[in-house]
């Protein structure tokens, strides 16, 4: 007996550097009903995210040319609209002081991997209900 799994409609940039993280985020998202833009290093999602309209963003903090708090630095400071999206850290690294300094990049949220179903539902839930609101 399969449970049904939520539809959440949202469009989420993720930047992420390994295929197979890049993978296993979109298969888990759509399978959620979000679409899914991937970015594979900090520069292309800052692009990425001033050229196309996101609901959401999974940041991954290590990737080459541009690391995901520098990246999310960025966006932060561009004063453009899309400034306040919220971006979720999406890392392996999940110690108090690498939150709290995913914090001071201004992340608002963190994922850790490898990442569940019960985990990326559980968040989709929280920010779904927060963009709605």
């Not at 963190?110 to 968040?123: A, N, S």
Request: hydrophobic share 45%; glycine share 6%; proline share 5%.
């Amino acid at each position: 007996m399969s449970e049904t799994l939520p539809d959440f409609k949202l469009r989420i940039l993720v930047a992420e550097d390994n295929p197979v993280n890049q993978m296993v985020a979109q298969t888990l998202l759509e399978k959620l009903g979000c679409s899914v833009v991937i970015a594979d290093n900090g520069d292309a999602a800052v692009q990425k995210v001033a050229q196309e309209s996101f609901d959401l963003i999974l940041m991954d903090c290590i990737m080459p040319v541009m690391d995901g708090m520098e990246a999310t630095q960025v966006i932060r400071a561009s004063g453009q609209p899309y400034d306040r999206i919220p971006i979720i850290a999406f890392s392996a690294n999940a110690t108090d002081e690498d939150q709290l300094a995913f914090q001071q990049a201004g992340m608002d949220d963190f994922i850790d991997k490898p990442v569940t179903v019960e985990k990326m539902t559980g968040l989709l839930q929280r920010w779904s209900d927060k963009l709605s609101g």
